[in-house]
C-alpha cells in the first residue's frame, strides 16, 4: 500500500471516528430538568403559561436552531411545582445541570409496575364502624398513578354516591368511548391515546384501595368473596403513567396533575430495581411536592427482596410498603396414583375433573435435538408433542410451564423459581412443588411404569403463619439515607383478589387467551393500595391530620411481627403490619414538620442553594444544622429510630424526638423498652404528662452497646393504660 492510500485510509478512518462519536453525542433521549417548588405567587394559568415560556427560552439557549423546540419540549410541569422533560443530547444536559435555577437532571428511566379477604384479615371488615360523616369518608379523593383503569368495572359503580366533592379540581380526560362517574371522577393519560387499562395492574390497584362492594367476586371461583377496597366510600381519579413501561416523565407529569386536582392520597405501585438519590427520582420529587399540599404518597417497597438493602422506596416523607400474607392461601394440590396428596402453590383454574391422567418426567419425553438435562427442564422446543399429549409433565424449572403448553401437554408439575412462596395464575393445569416433593413425584415416577396423576384446581386454606413478609418484598437497610428505616410497614401483598381489565391477558403465556374481570395478583404492588386505603379510612375519620400524622398512626399502631421468622427483622417489615382500626385512635403522633426535612437534607450534605431551590425558601441556612457525623444524633421527627454505626466498635445513639397529644386531654404516658442483650437503652424522660390535647412534648432514646456484631432490634412503647405507641429502634 503505497503513501497515498494510508493517507486516504487515515482520512477516512477519522471521518468514521467522528462520525460514531458524534451520532453519540447527539443521540437525543429524554431527561427530567428538575427546578423545585413553584415561584410563590405562581398558580393561575397565566403564571403556569409564563412558566412554559421560561423553560422554552432555556431550551433556546442550549438547542440548535435547526430542531424545532415544540419537538424538543416533552412536558413543563406548571401547576405543582416547576420543571420539564426534553429531548437532549448529554452535552445539552450538562449545559442545563449549570443553570442556576436546576436542582437537577436525569435521564427519564423507565419503572415497572411491582407486581377480598385481605381486608377481613387486618381487621377492616364490611361491618366495621366507619366514620359517622359520611360527606367525609365520600369527600377523600385517591389519585391512582398506574396503567390507568377499567371504568366499566363493578368496583367502580356509582349507584348511592352523591355529587363529585366540590373541591375537586381535576377532569375526565380519559379519551374516546371512556366515562367517568360519581365514583371514577378523573382520569388523565400521558404517553397514550386513553386512560382504558389494558393491562390490569391499574384496575387491580385502584380497586384495592378503594373498590365498591362486589359480592361474590373470584377468579373462576377461585378465592371468591365480597371485593372491596379499604375506603369504598372514597372516590377515584386514574392517571393512566404506564403502557409498556412507565415513563419518569409522564409520572412527574401525572404528580403534577394529581395535586393541583386536588386528591387527598397518592398510591403508585411502580418502581425500578435499585434506588436513587431522592431529587434524582421523579416520585420521590412528586411526593415531596404532594406532601407540601398536605397529601400523603404511598409507594411500594420493590420486588427485589432476595438481598439486604433492595428497597426501591427511601424518601422519608413517601411511606413505603413492604408485601405480606394473609389468612387465606391457594393452593393447586397434586393427587398421584399412589394415593399420595401433595400441596402445591398456583392458581390453577383447570379441572381435570378427577379423572386421573399419565404422569411423565420431562427428559423421558424430550425431542432428539435436546440432552438429558435440557429435558428434565422442558427447556424451549425440548418436549415432544407426540409424547405429551394427553399427559402431565414434570419439570426441574418453572420454566417449564411454556414449554408444556407449547407443546401440547395436558398439565404439569414444575419447581418453583426464585419465589416459592407464592401462588402465581397458571395458564394450564399445573402445580408448582418445592423440591422434596418434587422429588417425591420423581420416585413415584421411577417406581412403576404406568405412573399416574390428578392436577387438581386451586382452592382456598387456612394460613395460620399470616402475616409473613413475602420473600420477593424488598428489604431494608435504606440504601440512600442509612438513618431512616425502609419500609415502614407492611401490608397484604399476596395472592390478593381484585378488580381486573378484561382486556388485560391475565397471563404472560402467549397461549392464553382467557380475559376475566376479577384476578389474583401478588407484589408490593398489592400493599400499597392496601396502606393507601387504610390511609384513606384514616383521613376520613380525622380530615384535618396532616400526612406525617396519618403516617405516624399507622406506624405506631401496627401489629409486632415476629422477628424469629424474619432473618432481617425490621427491615422486611418495619413498624410492623398495618392495622388500620387503631390507626384511628391512636393516641400520641409523631409530626414530621418542613423544617424536619429540611435539616435532614442538609445533615446528608444537600448544599443550602439547592434546598432553597427546592423549597423555594431564600432563608434556608444549612450552618444551623449538624451534619452527619459519627456522633450518632438524630433529631428527625420520625416514628421510628434507626442508626448505622461502626462495626467491632463501642456506639453510642440518642434519638430526640417529640409527640403530640390526640387521644385524651388530660393523660400520662409511661414508656416500656423492650431491650435486647446487646444494647443498653434508656429514655429521659420515662413519663409524658399532657393537660390538653395537640400539646407537644419531648423525650431523648439513648442506645449504648461495647460490641457492635450484628443488628439491634428493639421498641420503645408508650402507654396511658389505654393506648400503645410502638415504635421500631434499630442499630445496624
Given at each position: 500500500m503505497d503513501k497515498l492510500q494510508y493517507f486516504f485510509l487515515f482520512i477516512i478512518c477519522n471521518l468514521i471516528s467522528r462520525c460514531l462519536s458524534d451520532s453519540t453525542e447527539d443521540k437525543r433521549q429524554v431527561y427530567v430538568v428538575y427546578m423545585g417548588a413553584l415561584p410563590e405567587g405562581y398558580h393561575s394559568l397565566y403564571h403556569s403559561n409564563k412558566l412554559q415560556e421560561h423553560h422554552v427560552k432555556m431550551l433556546q439557549d442550549i438547542v440548535p436552531r435547526d430542531i424545532s423546540l415544540t419537538k424538543a419540549l416533552v412536558t413543563s410541569y406548571k401547576r405543582s411545582f416547576n420543571g420539564f422533560a426534553a429531548y437532549l443530547t448529554n452535552q445539552e444536559q450538562q449545559k442545563l445541570a449549570s443553570h442556576e435555577d436546576v436542582v437537577s437532571i436525569f435521564p427519564s428511566r423507565t419503572l415497572w409496575p411491582q407486581t377480598t379477604r385481605s381486608w377481613d384479615f387486618i381487621g377492616l371488615n364490611e361491618n366495621v364502624t366507619r366514620n359517622s360523616n359520611t360527606d367525609s369518608s365520600s369527600n377523600i379523593v385517591i389519585g391512582v398513578l398506574d396503567s390507568g383503569i377499567w371504568p366499566e368495572s363493578e368496583s367502580f359503580n356509582d349507584q348511592g354516591f352523591g355529587p363529585v366533592p366540590q373541591k375537586w379540581k381535576g377532569v375526565c380526560n380519559g379519551g374516546t368511548n371512556f366515562t367517568c362517574n360519581k365514583k371514577l371522577i378523573g382520569a388523565r393519560f400521558y404517553s397514550s391515546d386513553t386512560a382504558r387499562d389494558t393491562i390490569g395492574h391499574g384496575t387491580h390497584t385502584a380497586s384495592t384501595a378503594a373498590g365498591n362492594y362486589v359480592k361474590d367476586a373470584s377468579f373462576y371461583g377461585i378465592a371468591q368473596g365480597t371485593a372491596r377496597?379499604?375506603?369504598?366510600?372514597?372516590?377515584?381519579?386514574?392517571?393512566?403513567?404506564?403502557?409498556?413501561?412507565?415513563?419518569?416523565?409522564?409520572?412527574?407529569?401525572?404528580f403534577d396533575d394529581a395535586i393541583a386536582d386536588g386528591v387527598d392520597v397518592i398510591t403508585i405501585s411502580l418502581g425500578s430495581s435499585v434506588a436513587v438519590d431522592v431529587i434524582y427520582d421523579s416520585i420521590s420529587i412528586g411526593s415531596l411536592h404532594a406532601l407540601e399540599k398536605g397529601i400523603l404518597t404511598v409507594h411500594s417497597a420493590g420486588n427485589n427482596g432476595f438481598a439486604p438493602g433492595t428497597v426501591i422506596s427511601v424518601a422519608p416523607w413517601l411511606m413505603t410498603v413492604g408485601a405480606s400474607s394473609i389468612d387465606r392461601g391457594i393452593v393447586a394440590k397434586v393427587v398421584l396414583g399412589n394415593g399420595k396428596t401433595i400441596s402445591g402453590k398456583a392458581v390453577n383454574s383447570f379441572t381435570m375433573k378427577g379423572t386421573e391422567f399419565p404422569l411423565v418426567y420431562g427428559k423421558d419425553v424430550k425431542t432428539g435435538d435436546c440432552d438429558?438435562?435440557?429435558?428434565?427442564?422442558?427447556?424451549?422446543?425440548?418436549?415432544?408433542?407426540?409424547?405429551?399429549?394427553?399427559?402431565?409433565?414434570?419439570?426441574?424449572?418453572?420454566?417449564?410451564?411454556?414449554?408444556?403448553?407449547?407443546?401440547?401437554?395436558?398439565?404439569?408439575?414444575?419447581?418453583?423459581?426464585?419465589?416459592?412462596?407464592?401462588?402465581?395464575?397458571?395458564?394450564?393445569?399445573?402445580?408448582?412443588?418445592?423440591?422434596?416433593?418434587?422429588?417425591?413425584?420423581?420416585?413415584?415416577?421411577?417406581?412403576?411404569?404406568?405412573?399416574?396423576?390428578?392436577?387438581?384446581?386451586?382452592?382456598?386454606?387456612?394460613?395460620?403463619?399470616?402475616?409473613?413478609?413475602?420473600?420477593?418484598?424488598?428489604?431494608?437497610?435504606?440504601?440512600?439515607?442509612?438513618?431512616?428505616?425502609?419500609?415502614?410497614?407492611?401490608?397484604?401483598?399476596?395472592?390478593?383478589?381484585?378488580?381486573?381489565?378484561?382486556?388485560?391477558?391475565?397471563?404472560?403465556?402467549?397461549?392464553?387467551?382467557?380475559?376475566?374481570?376479577?384476578?389474583?395478583?401478588?407484589?408490593?404492588?398489592?400493599?400499597?393500595?392496601?396502606?393507601?386505603?387504610?390511609?384513606?379510612?384514616?383521613?376520613?375519620?380525622?380530615?384535618?391530620?396532616?400526612?406525617?400524622?396519618?403516617?405516624?398512626?399507622?406506624?405506631?399502631?401496627?401489629?409486632?411481627?415476629?422477628?424469629?421468622?424474619?432473618?432481617?427483622?425490621?427491615?422486611?417489615?418495619?413498624?410492623?403490619?398495618?392495622?388500620?382500626?387503631?390507626?384511628?385512635?391512636?393516641?400520641?403522633?409523631?409530626?414530621?414538620?418542613?423544617?424536619?426535612?429540611?435539616?435532614?437534607?442538609?445533615?446528608?450534605?444537600?448544599?443550602?442553594?439547592?434546598?432553597?431551590?427546592?423549597?423555594?425558601?431564600?432563608?434556608?441556612?444549612?450552618?444551623?444544622?449538624?451534619?452527619?457525623?459519627?456522633?450518632?444524633?438524630?433529631?428527625?421527627?420520625?416514628?421510628?429510630?434507626?442508626?448505622?454505626?461502626?462495626?467491632?466498635?463501642?456506639?453510642?445513639?440518642?434519638?430526640?424526638?417529640?409527640?403530640?397529644?390526640?387521644?385524651?386531654?388530660?393523660?400520662?404516658?409511661?414508656?416500656?423498652?423492650?431491650?435486647?442483650?446487646?444494647?443498653?437503652?434508656?429514655?429521659?424522660?420515662?413519663?409524658?404528662?399532657?393537660?390538653?390535647?395537640?400539646?407537644?412534648?419531648?423525650?431523648?432514646?439513648?442506645?449504648?452497646?461495647?460490641?457492635?456484631?450484628?443488628?439491634?432490634?428493639?421498641?420503645?412503647?408508650?402507654?396511658?393504660?389505654?393506648?400503645?405507641?410502638?415504635?421500631?429502634?434499630?442499630?445496624?
Open positions: 377496597g379499604g375506603a369504598p366510600s372514597a372516590r377515584i381519579a386514574a392517571y393512566k403513567v404506564c403502557q409498556t413501561g412507565c415513563r419518569e416523565a409522564d409520572i412527574l407529569a401525572a438429558e438435562l435440557a429435558g428434565s427442564l422442558c427447556s424451549t422446543d425440548c418436549l415432544n408433542s407426540s409424547m405429551v399429549s394427553g399427559k402431565i409433565v414434570l419439570c426441574d424449572s418453572n420454566s417449564g410451564i411454556e414449554e408444556a403448553l407449547n407443546a401440547g401437554a395436558l398439565g404439569t408439575i414444575v419447581k418453583p423459581g426464585q419465589v416459592s412462596d407464592v401462588s402465581f395464575v397458571v395458564p394450564m393445569s399445573a402445580s408448582v412443588l418445592i423440591a422434596s416433593d418434587l422429588e417425591l413425584v420423581k420416585s413415584y415416577i421411577n417406581s412403576t411404569e404406568e405412573a399416574k396423576a390428578i392436577v387438581s384446581t386451586s382452592e382456598s386454606m387456612k394460613n395460620s403463619d399470616a402475616p409473613v413478609v413475602a420473600s420477593f418484598s424488598s428489604k431494608g437497610p435504606n440504601p440512600i439515607i442509612s438513618s431512616i428505616l425502609k419500609p415502614d410497614i407492611t401490608a397484604p401483598g399476596v395472592e390478593i383478589l381484585a378488580a381486573y381489565s378484561p382486556a388485560a391477558p391475565v397471563t404472560d403465556y402467549l397461549k392464553d387467551k382467557r380475559s376475566v374481570e376479577y384476578s389474583v395478583l401478588s407484589g408490593t404492588s398489592m400493599s400499597s393500595p392496601h396502606a393507601a386505603g387504610a390511609a384513606a379510612y384514616v383521613k376520613s375519620a380525622h380530615p384535618d391530620w396532616s400526612p406525617s400524622a396519618i403516617k405516624s398512626a399507622l406506624m405506631t399502631t401496627a401489629w409486632r411481627m415476629d422477628p424469629t421468622r424474619h432473618t432481617d427483622a425490621e427491615f422486611s417489615y418495619g413498624s410492623g403490619h398495618i392495622n388500620p382500626i387503631n390507626a384511628t385512635n391512636p393516641g400520641l403522633v409523631y409530626e414530621t414538620s418542613r423544617e424536619d426535612y429540611i435539616k435532614l437534607l442538609c445533615s446528608i450534605g444537600y448544599s443550602a442553594e439547592t434546598i432553597q431551590t427546592l423549597f423555594k425558601d431564600n432563608t434556608i441556612d444549612c450552618s444551623k444544622f449538624k451534619k452527619v457525623d459519627s456522633t450518632n444524633k438524630d433529631d428527625f421527627n420520625y416514628p421510628s429510630m434507626t442508626v448505622k454505626v461502626a462495626e467491632g466498635a463501642p456506639f453510642s445513639a440518642t434519638f430526640s424526638r417529640t409527640v403530640t397529644n390526640i387521644g385524651l386531654a388530660n393523660s400520662t404516658y409511661t414508656a416500656a423498652v423492650d431491650k435486647s442483650s446487646d444494647c443498653n437503652i434508656t429514655v429521659d424522660p420515662q413519663t409524658l404528662s399532657f393537660k390538653q390535647l395537640n400539646e407537644k412534648q419531648s423525650f431523648v432514646v439513648t442506645v449504648k452497646g461495647d460490641n457492635m456484631k450484628s443488628m439491634v432490634s428493639a421498641s420503645l412503647v408508650w402507654s396511658d393504660g389505654i393506648h400503645l405507641v410502638r415504635s421500631p429502634i434499630v442499630v445496624y
